[in-house]
């Protein structure tokens, strides 16, 4: 996958508006031996790591989401940042 960091990134950021809204903080890593992107979000004492894929990648550069992230992410959410838990809103 040729794609930058920062591209990866900001394409996230600006597909995931809640990342910035509870207060999420998001790193990436490429992981060469299992060929993907290695997605950290963290919040606090929480941390959820997760493989972003090629296609998930694909989609989300052309402006579509990120499937898998997506479905990690508000699961993430859903247990460490509703119901009064550690996350501003």
Not at 47 to 53: A, V
Request: charged content about 25%; glycine content about 10%.
């Amino acid at each position: 996958m040729h794609v930058s960091k920062e591209e990866l990134k900001g394409k996230i950021l600006n597909i995931y508006p809640e990342l910035d809204q509870f207060g999420l903080s998001l790193d990436l890593a490429y992981d060469e031996n299992k060929d993907a992107w290695i997605a950290t979000v963290t919040k606090g004492e929480h941390q959820l790591s997760t493989h972003l894929e090629e296609q998930d990648v694909e989609s989300c550069l052309q402006g579509g989401e990120c499937y898998h992230f997506g479905i990690q992410l508000g699961r993430f959410i859903r247990n460490y940042c509703e119901g009064g838990s550690s996350c501003r809103l």
